[in-house]
């Protein structure tokens, strides 16, 4: 793991550093150093808590892996690793940029999760990531799957896990996501990639929200950063979208949906964008006192879609006829 000195330019001096950015979870700073005549501007943020080293480290390759495939809508990462001066904490570095928090138009977002959705490709064809992620500071298990239906229950039930170790046992809500986990999930995703049907998984940035997705002041283009990254279904990026507290609206997601249609069955995406959502939300009630109260509003949904479908992947019908397995 590197230092701060090693990933800066030879012989570089610090001329000033000043706070910068609205970090939940770490502190971030603007960084000018001088080298070689040159003034470099640089975006530190410094990590200070536990599994600091992970955290820079799935930043940064999340950063990376988006990088590759949209250079020009990313903050170029320049490296990560300790604190030569406090071995308990961790850096993540990257060039500067002076953005403004304005909402990106639907037009604009859907053209780069386009690029994103449509240019990249998972390295032999799994679910995952190379290197675990961080949700905030909410663990995301990236070990490769050949089914999206694994990689996501897997990670659902692992979210669940974390906020109950926060918020404490709730057997009520255990009862209704046995259920759920039982009928729906296998209902809403297992159709995915049978009956001839298959989904590509495709680079998401798996935290996507406007806090998280900016203009760059001096280009006007959009800017993504704060990633979780995963090789997953590409509507994964469209589920926070489904809550009005973020700001993107449903002409977000048709403008998005013009450009990359829905997969099959298209009639099902809806439900799969519920199902999406309560990732997002368990994982809020976990992180903030004050949205507590969605661990109930996760339930409601659970239940609503238990109603909808409670025979589970042996009640669909497929368009050839009804469900039978293959």
Request: glycine residues 8%; charged residues 25%.
């Amino acid at each position: 793991m590197l230092t701060l000195v090693a990933v800066l330019p030879p012989n570089s001096e610090v001329v000033s550093r000043s706070p910068h950015g609205k970090g939940s979870w770490s502190a971030g700073y603007k960084l000018d150093v001088r080298s070689g005549g040159v003034v470099h501007n640089y975006f530190l943020k410094l990590i200070r808590r536990p599994r600091h080293a992970e955290l820079a480290r799935g930043e940064f390759e999340s950063q990376k892996e988006l990088h590759k495939y949209l250079p020009g809508n990313v903050a170029v990462p320049i490296g990560y690793g300790a604190l030569a001066s406090d071995p308990s904490s961790s850096f993540f570095l990257t060039a500067f940029l002076s953005l403004s928090e304005e909402v990106p138009g639907p037009a604009q977002l859907a053209e780069v999760l386009r690029k994103l959705h449509g240019s990249s490709v998972s390295p032999g064809g799994r679910f995952g990531f190379h290197v675990p992620t961080f949700n905030g500071v909410v663990p995301v298990i990236n070990d490769w799957c050949d089914t999206w239906e694994e990689y996501f229950t897997r990670q659902l039930r692992s979210d669940i896990a974390w906020e109950h170790s926060i918020r404490g046992s709730d057997p009520e809500f255990d009862v209704v996501a046995d259920e759920f986990f039982e009928k729906v999930v296998p209902r809403l995703l297992r159709p995915l990639e049978t009956g001839g049907r298959c989904i590509e998984p495709v680079l998401v940035h798996g935290d996507f929200w406007p806090g998280n997705v900016q203009i760059d002041k001096a280009t006007q283009r959009i800017v993504l950063f704060d990633s979780c990254c995963c090789y997953g279904h590409n509507e994964l990026d469209l589920a926070m979208m489904r809550e009005s507290r973020y700001h993107f609206t449903s002409e977000h997601v048709s403008k998005y949906l013009e450009t990359i249609p829905p997969s099959e069955p298209v009639e099902d995406f809806d439900d799969r964008n519920a199902l999406y959502a309560m990732r997002d939300n368990i994982i809020n009630a976990g992180l903030h006192d004050h949205r507590a109260f969605l661990r109930d509003a996760v339930k409601n949904e659970m239940q609503r879609l238990i109603e909808k479908y409670p025979l589970g992947i042996d009640g669909f019908v497929d368009v050839y006829g009804v469900w039978d397995g293959f």
